[in-house]
């Protein structure tokens, strides 16, 4: 009697552990592309002593700092998806895609992102700081930051606020839309960023 409980238990135990291994989820890695321009920059770029721009530095809050992709929901409570993770480092794939997006949007012009070699002698430096990028409860992707242009040689900076949101409401959970919507308000970005730069040159 005492072995056929036993062997009931044990059974139990198996089936619930198959139950769970058949019906495990498998990970989901996102990363951020850049988007071609659809206006550059070429002539404006041209005609300008403009050679060479670098993002220096980028800060992102430290609960994006993570594998794991971030939203926000209605009591401004973080919500961490568990199988839907960033192939890389966030911080470091959104620096490599504004700076692609910046030399789609200014072919004459070098672009890179530390600690690329020679980016720290970049005739402009920007320095990015994230406050915000995420889903939030009214299902748009939002991008909040300041950012700042440093002119080699000189000391003041120039800084710059943007708030900017996808125009599209992504349903909760939907990572693949909401990483397209991300690269999307990056190149947005890079659009302003190109027509500052170039506004403040002439």
Same mark, same amino acid.
Not at 72 to 84: H, T, W
């Given at each position: 009697?005492?072995?056929?409980?036993?062997?009931?238990?044990?059974?139990?135990?198996?089936?619930?552990?198959?139950?769970?291994?058949?019906?495990?989820?498998?990970?989901?890695?996102?990363?951020?592309?850049?988007?071609?321009?659809?206006?550059?920059?070429?002539?404006?770029?041209?005609?300008?002593?403009?050679?060479?721009?670098?993002?220096?530095?980028?800060?992102?809050?430290?609960?994006?700092?993570?594998?794991?992709?971030?939203?926000?929901?209605?009591?401004?409570?973080?919500?961490? %998806?568990?199988?839907? #993770?960033?192939?890389?480092? /966030?911080?470091? !794939?959104? =620096?490599? @895609? &504004?700076?692609?997006?910046?030399?789609?949007?200014?072919?004459?012009?070098?672009?890179?992102?530390?600690?690329?070699?020679?980016?720290?002698?970049?005739?402009?430096?920007?320095?990015?700081?994230?406050?915000?990028?995420?889903?939030?409860?009214?299902?748009?992707?939002?991008?909040?930051?300041?950012?700042?242009?440093?002119?080699?040689?000189?000391?003041?900076?120039?800084?710059?606020?943007?708030?900017?949101?996808?125009?599209?409401?992504?349903?909760?959970?939907?990572?693949?839309?909401?990483? %397209?919507?991300?690269? #999307?308000?990056?190149?947005? /970005?890079?659009? !302003?960023? =190109?027509? @500052? &730069?170039?506004?403040?040159?002439?």
């Amino acid at each position: 009697m005492m072995q056929a409980s036993r062997m009931n238990i044990i059974l139990i135990m198996l089936s619930a552990f198959l139950a769970v291994a058949c019906s495990s989820t498998r990970s989901q890695y996102y990363v951020l592309d850049s988007i071609a321009a659809q206006k550059p920059a070429v002539e404006a770029a041209s005609s300008l002593s403009l050679s060479s721009i670098a993002i220096t530095q980028l800060e992102i809050p430290n609960y994006l700092d993570r594998p794991h992709m971030v939203s926000r929901d209605a009591g401004n409570q973080l919500q961490i %998806a568990e199988y839907d #993770q960033w192939g890389g480092r /966030l911080r470091d !794939n959104i =620096a490599r @895609t &504004l700076a692609d997006d910046l030399a789609a949007r200014l072919p004459h012009v070098t672009v890179s992102a530390a600690p690329m070699p020679g980016s720290m002698d970049a005739e402009v430096q920007l320095l990015v700081d994230i406050r915000q990028f995420e889903r939030l409860h009214d299902g748009r992707v939002h991008l909040k930051l300041q950012w700042h242009v440093r002119h080699a040689q000189q000391e003041k900076m120039q800084s710059h606020l943007e708030h900017l949101q996808s125009e599209q409401s992504i349903g909760a959970g939907d990572y693949d839309a909401i990483a %397209a919507a991300m690269s #999307q308000l990056l190149a947005q /970005l890079a659009e !302003n960023m =190109a027509d @500052t &730069l170039l506004k403040e040159r002439q």
